[in-house]
C-alpha cells in the first residue's frame, strides 16, 4: 500500500517565486495535515482539512501561503512570494478519522526540502 | 496556547542501557498520546500511542501516561545504536476531528 507521496522532494528557488508543493495522501484517508519542519521551531502545523474541508488553519503564517484540497487524493500548499525564511522541510501527512476520543494515527509523507535562495 | 514541551538533548546512553523520554503538556482536556521516532533526515514515523493512565509496552519500548500530572514519558529498554534518532512527543487535541501538535524533540544517542 502506497504511503503519503509528496513532490518535489527538493527545490530550491530564488526569492519572489512561487512555489507549489504537492501531496497526494493514503486512500481511504478523510484527514490531511501540512506541517513544516525548521531547526528552531520543530515541527508546526500549517493547516489541516477533513474530508477536504480546511479545519483550522491557524499555522499558516501569512498570507503568502494557502492550501487548497480539491479532492480526496490531492492537495496542494503553495507560498508566493518566497522568502528565504521559508526554507524548511515541509510533511504532508495523512489519518483516518476513528469516531471515539481514543484518537488516531497520522502517517508522514517523506517531505519536501525547500530552499530559498 | 496548546503546548508540547520536551527537553532536547541530546541524551545519551550506552549501549544496552535504558533511555527514558519525558514529555509534559499544557491542555488538560488531551486524550491521545503519540511517539514519534525521526531519522536524520527523514520523516517522522509513529511507534508508540497511549491514552489511558499507566503503562503501555511494546517490545523494548514502554509509553507512560499521567494525565493527573500531564505527563508522558517513553522507555527505550535494551537501547541500541539503532535507536540513535530524535524523539518526538505528540498530543492530540480537538478530540476526533483535531490535530497532533508536536514537541520539539528529544535527541537520543545510543554509544556502542
Known amino acids: 500500500d502506497a504511503g503519503v507521496i509528496q513532490s518535489p522532494r527538493h527545490e530550491v528557488t530564488e526569492m519572489g517565486q512561487e512555489v507549489t508543493l504537492r501531496c497526494k495522501p493514503i486512500?481511504?484517508?478523510?484527514?490531511l495535515f501540512w506541517y513544516r519542519q525548521t531547526m528552531m521551531r520543530g515541527l508546526e502545523l500549517l493547516i489541516y482539512f477533513n474530508n477536504n474541508v480546511p479545519i483550522d488553519d491557524s499555522g499558516m503564517p501569512e498570507d503568502r501561503f494557502s492550501a487548497k484540497m480539491p479532492n480526496a487524493s490531492f492537495s496542494t500548499l503553495k507560498i508566493q512570494p518566497s522568502e528565504p525564511r521559508d526554507s524548511a522541510v515541509y510533511f504532508c501527512a495523512s489519518s483516518s478519522r476513528i469516531d471515539r476520543a481514543s484518537g488516531n494515527t497520522i502517517y508522514f509523507g517523506e517531505g519536501s526540502w525547500l530552499t530559498v535562495v | 496556547q496548546k503546548e508540547v514541551e520536551q527537553n532536547s538533548g541530546p541524551l545519551s546512553v550506552p549501549e544496552g542501557a535504558i533511555a527514558s523520554l519525558n514529555c509534559t503538556y499544557s491542555?488538560?482536556?488531551?486524550?491521545?498520546f503519540f511517539w514519534y521516532r525521526q531519522y536524520s533526515g527523514k520523516s517522522p514515523e509513529l511507534i508508540m500511542s497511549i491514552y489511558s493512565n499507566g503503562d503501555k509496552e511494546d517490545g523494548r519500548f514502554t509509553a507512560q501516561l499521567n494525565k493527573a500530572s500531564q505527563y508522558v514519558s517513553l522507555l527505550i529498554r535494551d537501547s541500541q545504536p539503532s535507536d540513535s534518532a530524535t524523539y518526538l512527543c505528540?498530543?492530540?487535541?480537538?478530540?476526533?476531528?483535531?490535530?497532533?501538535?508536536f514537541g520539539k524533540g528529544t535527541k537520543l544517542s545510543v554509544k556502542p
Open positions: 486512500s481511504g484517508h478523510n484527514s
Open positions: 491542555d488538560r482536556v488531551s486524550q491521545s
Open positions: 505528540a498530543v492530540k487535541y480537538g478530540g476526533s476531528q483535531g490535530n497532533l501538535i
